[in-house]
């Protein structure tokens, strides 16, 4: 069972930044790719960022792309989301998911077999 652990969550003004943690309770988390995923209320989850097993390929989403920066350390099993030019429209739960079945990081959260609790950003204007 891979348990995924978010933090670095919490409350930031508008063109802050903030770093978010995910880390993975197993040894082998190089055999996964990871990705963030977002949650406002009353709205869907969403794609943010994603990254491979190796850290070589890397997506994201339009409305973030050039603030955030997706990277991951594989030696401490985590994976990070750096956050700049923070916009009160990124308030949400942000989520990690991992999986072993594909080289690229997908999109589609669907696709993920695994989750972390998530954790609460909220960019105040």
């Known amino acids: 069972q891979v348990q995924l652990v978010e933090s670095g969550g919490g409350l930031v003004q508008a063109g802050g930044s903030l770093r978010l943690s995910c880390a993975a309770s197993l040894r082998t988390f190089s055999s996964y790719v990871a990705g963030w995923f977002r949650q406002a209320p009353g709205k869907e989850r969403e794609f943010v960022a994603g990254?491979?097993?190796?850290?070589?390929?890397?997506t994201y989403a339009d409305s973030v792309k050039g603030r955030f920066t997706i990277s991951r350390d594989n030696g401490k099993n985590t994976v990070y989301l750096q956050m700049d030019s923070l916009k009160p429209e990124d308030t949400a739960v942000y989520y990690c998911a991992a999986d072993m079945r594909t080289y690229y990081p997908p999109r589609n959260q669907h696709q993920y077999d695994y989750w972390g609790q998530g954790t609460q950003v909220t960019v105040s204007s």
């Open positions: 990254i491979s097993r190796n850290g070589g390929v890397t």
